[in-house]
């Protein structure tokens, strides 16, 4: 019985079919619940000088209205820094920013009530360009001395002397924007309070165990009174590891005694959660005459809007990764995150790979096309092979697959090299075509698992009673199938049907902790942990000779990853990543001349997955990254004009539909064991997002010739 490499079915799918499956906002919907609404500043920076209750405290329905001064606690929360207050208490940073929570008898007086808040601003000026907020001279935004939350350096080799004796240096900067996190749910959920002041919290995250914590820390309560359940979740992309509703259902609950619930309109949602870190990056590149790179020169700074959330994790991994898969010897990386009174920004898909990716890639191409060699041949002389340095100085022993990847996708598509297939393909007798077709390549790479010296462990139990498996662990199956995977993995340890493994999670009180389902690390670090307590169970199991007077039998196991370090304060040497997965993708598509229309005719996308645990779920993902790739460059902007949201639904900020997804995906799987991986397996969940978007830049350029260097792709920029 063989359950890895297997697509067993997902777990959860019957459930979901039959919409039998429980979401947030499904629960407790006939239940006497208080209801909730927050009162949030129109401001994007402002001191915050009076809060009059009276008007809707005297509404029929209004059971209390919560301000700042009613926390106990430190009244500060955040995933990484303890910089977000659950209630302002002195001033607003952003618009959005919640000064106060109405609980009310339903929904809809909760929020009728909440306009009865009457709150007294003095505005205060604001910031809301990165490189303005840099400067020593402008405004605080925050408590402390700079707005710059982080700077990062690089360095190796000699970057001036290896630039000035390039045979070619190209030089671009690259933009990209804010993007919304875009889950199909909006944040709900519910909370309830026992006699003895136990809380306990039903909603949609990426990390049960640190929402206990932080509403613990914030709201000054014991860790041991709070308990995290985590229901179906619709969609998460990174936009719920920083909480939202948890904090305020706990505060409710604690101060009515009472169950309550909340739950966000789709124009609260957008305005209230973390965004896309918008990136400006200046990329100077250097090759000799024969196609070899010889240095490398990037400058990056990123928008982290009015609070740190995830601001220095996310720059950290785009300047470690801002070489791409490629040999450079000589690299000097400048990187900031910055603070201003935009939206603030949070973890999303890619987590800081997506933006360099696009700006690296770019530069490939027009190197290649300025030296006058194929853009695959001059990606094959350059890219990383076994023992390679990357730019931090971390030597990869084994495991670098691109060069593998490329040739898999090229092999599939019938590429020939085609310098000068612009003048060839789309003009006939100088007559410009109504549509020309164009094609485009790039690779990428990116860490699977936590880096930078962070501590990657994940822990899982196993019990067997008499012919009854249970797995518990707490971790968040947001779409991407890991309940299903994981089961496979103790099946497979277990020698058992994976249809007979009863599988326990999204709860912090009864499974221990795997982790968060963000960093493409869950198939990695808790596949290991379950393999490890499911071997071990197993092996007692059957030492035991199934001796019934001592069932059951429950065996608990923890994997941690291997070490990585932080860059180094001088020169960012490191070994930043345990573990780099690797991709390549090309994309064929056609072009409207009079319109700019873009219709993708084709995708290959081909990725290394160290092992295919169910290959049918690596396809899902695949497709659901291609697809959220070609959204953000193509369609996706989130608006802000001087730190006001104008996207604030889906009518006005535009996500791919079935009309926009390719004709034709095909998937090209390449299997280098990982000799850390459970079976040898990596992850897969963020890669496929991240070469699409160069790739579609390249084949803009080969249809029209034009050259595009911020996102999103508009069709203006093609007529």
């Known amino acids: 019985m063989d359950h890895i490499g297997s697509s067993c079915s997902r777990i959860d799918a019957v459930d979901k079919v039959i919409g039998t499956t429980k979401f947030p906002s499904d629960l407790f919907i006939n239940e006497d619940f208080l209801h909730i609404g927050a009162v949030r500043s129109p401001f994007p920076h402002a001191i915050v000088k009076n809060i009059d209750t009276r008007m809707a405290l005297k509404h029929p329905d209004v059971t209390t209205v919560l301000l ?14 303890n910089d977000k207050p659950v209630l302002a208490d002195h001033k607003v940073r952003c618009v959005g920013d919640p000064v106060a929570l109405v609980v009310a008898n339903n929904n809809a007086a909760a929020i009728e009530a909440s306009n009865l808040v009457k709150v007294e601003y003095q505005e205060l000026p604001a910031l809301f360009d990165p ?3 840099s400067l020593e001279s402008s405004i605080r935004i925050g408590d402390k001395e700079t707005n710059v939350v982080v700077n990062y350096n690089i360095i190796k080799g000699n970057l001036n002397l290896a630039l000035k004796n390039s045979f070619a240096v190209v030089e671009n900067s690259y933009q990209t924007t804010f993007n919304e996190v875009a889950f199909l749910q909006p944040e709900a959920g519910v909370a309830t309070i026992d006699k003895n002041g136990c809380i306990t919290v039903w909603a949609a995250t990426q990390w049960g165990a640190v929402d206990r914590d932080q509403i613990a820390y914030a709201l000054g309560m014991p860790q041991d009174k709070i308990t995290v359940i985590q229901p179906a979740i619709g969609g998460a992309f990174g936009g719920r590891e920083d909480i939202s509703v948890q904090i305020f259902l706990a505060l409710a609950a604690l101060k009515t005694g009472k169950s309550v619930k909340m ?4 124009e609260e949602s957008f305005i209230s959660h973390g965004k896309r870190h918008p990136f400006i990056m200046n990329y100077k590149t250097g090759a000799d005459k024969s196609g070899k790179l010889t240095a490398l020169e990037v400058k990056m700074i990123a928008d982290a809007g009015a609070y740190e959330s995830t601001s220095k994790q996310v720059l950290a991994m785009a300047v470690a990764l801002a070489t791409g898969p490629y040999n450079i010897p000589n690299v000097k990386i400048d990187g900031q995150a910055v603070l201003t009174n935009n939206p603030w920004t949070c973890a999303l898909r890619g987590f800081g790979s997506p933006q360099p990716c696009f700006a690296y890639e770019g530069q490939m191409d027009r190197l290649a096309y300025k030296l006058g060699i194929d853009p695959v041949t001059f990606r094959q002389l350059n890219l990383m092979t076994d023992g390679s340095s990357t730019g931090c100085g971390q030597i990869i022993e084994n495991g670098v697959s691109t060069s593998e990847i490329l040739n898999k996708v090229i092999a599939s598509s019938g590429w020939n090299p085609k310098q000068t297939r612009i003048k060839k393909q789309n003009k006939k007798d100088n007559y410009i ?8 390549i790039a690779c990428g790479w990116k860490n699977i698992g936590f880096v930078l010296g962070f501590h990657e462990k994940s822990t899982a139990t196993v019990e067997i009673d008499s012919d009854c498996y249970k797995l518990f662990i707490d971790v968040s199956d947001v779409g991407q199938g890991i309940a299903t995977a994981l089961t496979q993995i103790a099946a497979q340890e277990l020698g058992v049907p994976y249809t007979n493994i009863e599988f326990i999670t999204g709860n912090t009180r009864i499974a221990p902790d795997g982790g968060p389902s ?4 869950q198939i990695f670090v808790s596949g290991n942990a379950v393999r490890l307590a499911a071997k071990e169970a197993q092996r007692l199991w059957e030492s035991l000779g199934k001796n019934q007077s001592v069932l059951p039998l429950r065996i608990t196991r923890t994997y941690e990853a291997p070490a990585t370090t932080p860059l180094h304060p001088d020169g960012g040497f490191s070994a930043p990543i345990f573990c780099y997965a690797y991709s390549a993708q090309l994309v ?11 219709e993708i005719i084709r995708v290959i996308s081909g990725h290394d997955v160290g092992k295919a645990i169910n290959p049918q779920g690596i396809e899902a993902q695949i497709d659901g990254g291609v697809v959220m790739g070609i959204g953000h460059a193509l369609f996706e902007e989130y608006l802000v004009k001087n730190g006001i949201h104008i996207s604030t639904d889906y009518a006005n900020y535009l996500i791919p539909t079935s009309l926009d997804i390719p004709k034709d995906i095909t998937y090209e799987i390449i299997e280098t064991p990982d000799p850390e991986g459970p079976y040898g397996a990596k992850g897969i969940g963020e890669l496929p997002l991240l070469p699409i978007i160069p790739a579609l830049a390249s084949a803009i350029y080969d249809a029209t010739g034009i050259w595009v260097n911020k996102l999103p792709i508009s069709p203006e920029l093609l007529v």
């Open 588 to 598: 064929e598509i056609e072009v409207d001349q009079k319109t700019g229309e873009i």
């Open 68 to 81: 700042a001064k009613d926390i106990d606690g430190p009244n500060r929360y955040g995933l990484m820094s």
């Open 518 to 521: 963000s960093a493409s690390r």
């Open 131 to 133: 490189i303005e907020a």
């Open 263 to 266: 739950v966000y309109s789709r």
């Open 433 to 440: 075509l109504d549509k020309t077709r164009g094609t485009g």
